[in-house]
Nanobody, 121 residues
Framework: QVQLVESGGGLVQPGGSLRLSCAAS????????MGWYRQAPGKERELVAV???????TYADSVKGRFTISRDNAKNTVYLQMNSLKAEDTAVYYC???????????????WGKGTLVTVSP
């Protein structure tokens, strides 16, 4: 089995910054894309940012220029640096990873349990 554990959420004032981390552990042969999604109260889960194993990144329009996704392949960890935070960034942030556990098995999608980010004065 594979576990994804997020950390770094919390309460921050508008304009502030937070850095989220997500570490994958368990039986892991390789990880393809890793990403961050978020779900605000009463809304559907949405993509925030994704990074491939080669480092190609994709961002939601709402966070471009403010958030930066990165990863450390040696540590199976993905990060999300969030700057210039706004009230509308308030949500539970979930980590996602496409993991191949053994060389001959297909990739499977795994999710973390989420970390709450609250942007408020």
């Amino acid at each position: 089995q594979v576990q994804l554990v997020e950390s770094g959420g919390g309460l921050v004032q508008p304009g502030g910054s937070l850095r989220l981390s997500c570490a994958a552990s368990g039986i892991i042969f390789s990880i393809n894309a890793m990403g961050w999604y978020r779900q605000a109260p009463g809304k559907e889960r949405e993509l925030v940012a994704v990074i491939t194993s080669g480092g190609t990144t994709t961002y939601a329009d709402s966070v471009k220029g403010r958030f930066t996704i990165s990863r450390d392949n040696a540590k199976n960890t993905v990060y999300l640096q969030m700057n210039s935070l706004k009230a509308e960034d308030t949500a539970v942030y979930y980590c996602n990873a496409e993991v191949r556990q053994l060389s001959w098995t297909r990739t499977m999608n795994y999710w973390g349990k989420g970390t709450l980010v609250t942007v408020s004065p």
